[in-house]
């Protein structure tokens, strides 16, 4: 391979999904030159383009947010942060109607009063309109150009990063005075829509330079699909009423708080949906809301109001989990000087407490933390001085440069860590026992990662470096997991079946060779029942 492409820029934006454009925006808008590289194409790639989401767009009215905010604290276990819902909810409000006159997004009228309905996007529109924005506004955006690893000067400010061009076969090495991390979460390479770029890119990176790590315990989300899609709608399966094989009702389950029964039930025999609770106008509202659910269907011959059709879970992580990269001041700094997070790759605790689910919540704080991660980029870098770049450091070593010559390849890696982390019966249905096995067998992964796993050329070490963020990624989660001996959020453990009001806090973790747990006070108390 020939030297690497050179570049520099003072925002280096990594990702290319809401939370990523949203970032280049506002680090445009705040003065700052800004380039955007992306593992796909901007504005296809990623878990938003190809889906339709409801946005947390509430009118600043004081009963509609407060109830707006009050909707999910009890289950997120009551470690969401008012302060933080309130910056949220200005933000969105403020993005959404920018996004409708300056994004220019054709958001759908009121039949009566024909004001715009600004509750929810198109995935590809959205997505189609933000790539033509953050052009327009002079952000040079680089496809096909997954990030590798981050550049650290010598007090270990980030600085730049490292990776490689698919389309130019070429190496790159991009300097900068600041960088987001937008990379999105990790779903383990689950299959579920969207998330094949969601391996957990920036969490390796980040965890490489020795950020800190914030509620991964709740990183097991799963979403209700249909037998063999890849559609995670779950809010749909509100409607739906589940059955046995034999043609009984499975009591319990739903798509909220009754889905670890159908977990259950799974394990032991299959579990059929039909969305028989949907009216004649809910269902043309649900289809016009979300016509790839049904695309599905319609190709088997299936109608999923009176047919019942086989369903299953496939696994979300962090992209529907609240787990991800700390952040630590109102900018989404991190706790690495010159790194900020952004959207899933960031910890959503502070809106969403320990559970979420798809939509509203995650696109508020995509848009939202987006917008300020790029605004606090942008004027890290144009007030700190810049280091002589031709002395910055290369932060990555799992998949990179191996430790010894022992040889392990990135599909074999792939798959042992998703014999750990995919199954529900171990990281949904979650026993103390079976989390410790899992977490010991990751380690002895992680092992084998970083003396063996390496790529000679640049495609190869794109799947080596995923290969190696799922790991890192699953054992942050399961020590999380071991560390809250309770069950608060999407984080259930049936050997510790209660919530402990003592354990009210944040599980805070780090470090790759060896993974360490802390805990920083949550901002929300846990109401006393009397």
């Known amino acids: 391979m020939s030297e690497p492409w050179q570049s520099s820029t003072d925002v280096l934006v990594i990702g290319g999904g809401p939370a990523a454009c949203w970032a280049a925006i506002h680090a445009r808008e705040a003065g700052a030159e800004v380039t955007l590289v992306d593992k796909g194409y901007c504005g296809t790639s990623g878990a938003t383009a190809p889906s339709g989401t409801g946005v947390w767009y509430v009118a600043p009215e004081h009963e509609a947010r407060a109830k707006a905010k009050a909707s999910r604290e009890a289950l997120g276990g009551y470690l969401a942060d008012h302060y933080w819902m309130d910056r949220v909810l200005d933000q969105t409000y403020t993005n959404m109607n920018r996004l409708a006159v300056e994004g220019r997004y054709p958001f759908p009228a009121d039949p009566e009063s024909g004001a715009q309905l ?3 996007v198109q995935g590809p529109e959205y997505m189609r309109r933000m790539r033509a924005w953050v052009k327009r506004i002079g952000v040079r955006v680089l496809d096909h150009s997954p990030a590798l690893e981050l550049l650290v000067d010598a007090d270990g400010v980030v600085r730049g990063a490292a990776g490689y061009q698919r389309r130019e076969d070429r190496d790159y090495r991009i300097a900068a005075g600041a960088v987001v991390v937008a990379t999105g979460g990790c779903a383990f390479l689950s299959r579920a829509l969207g998330t094949n770029v969601d391996t957990g890119d920036g969490a390796l990176m980040a965890a490489e330079v020795g950020a800190r790590f914030s509620g991964m315990e709740f990183s097991n989300a799963y979403g209700i699909v249909p ?15 589940f059955f046995h094989e034999d043609g009984r009702v499975v009591e319990g389950a739903g798509s909220a708080k009754g889905r670890s029964v159908i977990a ?6 299959k579990v059929f949906a039909q969305l028989d609770r949907a009216d004649a106008q809910v269902r043309a509202q649900m289809r016009r809301g979300q016509p790839n659910f049904f695309l599905q269907f319609d190709r088997r011959g299936i109608d999923p109001f009176t047919d019942r059709f086989e369903v299953d879970l496939l696994a979300e992580g962090t992209v529907r989990g609240t787990g991800g990269i700390d952040i630590v001041d109102d900018d989404c700094a991190t706790t690495v000087p010159g790194l900020y ?10 809106i969403c407490g320990g559970f979420t689910g798809g939509g509203s919540h995650n696109a508020a704080w995509a848009m939202s933390s987006g917008s300020w991660a790029g605004r606090g980029a942008a004027l890290f870098s144009l007030h700190t001085p810049w280091p002589d770049t031709r002395t910055l450091r290369a932060a990555g070593r799992a998949g990179i440069r191996p430790e010894n010559s022992a040889s392990v390849g990135a599909a074999e890696v792939v798959d042992t860590a998703q014999r750990e982390l995919l199954p529900f019966e171990k990281n949904f249905l979650r ?6 096995a899992a977490a010991r067998e990751l380690d002895a992964l992680w092992a084998r990662v970083t003396g063996g796993l390496y790529g000679r050329s640049g495609p190869e070490r794109v799947r080596a470096r995923e290969a190696a963020a799922i790991t890192a990624v699953g054992r942050l989660m399961y020590r999380s997991a071991l560390a809250r001996t309770e069950s608060r959020g999407m984080s ?10 003592w354990q009210h806090h944040h599980i805070v973790s780090g470090g790759l060779g060896e993974v360490w747990t802390a805990t920083t006070p949550a901002a929300s108390r846990t109401p006393v029942v009397a």
């Open 118 to 120: 600004r509750t929810g």
């Open 227 to 241: 037998k063999g899609s890849t559609i995670t709608k779950t809010a749909y399966y509100s409607y739906a009423t």
């Open 264 to 269: 259950q039930t799974l394990l032991s025999e």
């Open 341 to 350: 997070a952004a959207g899933d790759a960031a910890t959503r605790e502070r």
């Open 431 to 436: 026993h103390g026992d079976r989390v410790g």
């Open 492 to 501: 259930k453990r049936s050997d510790h079946p209660a919530l402990d009001p």
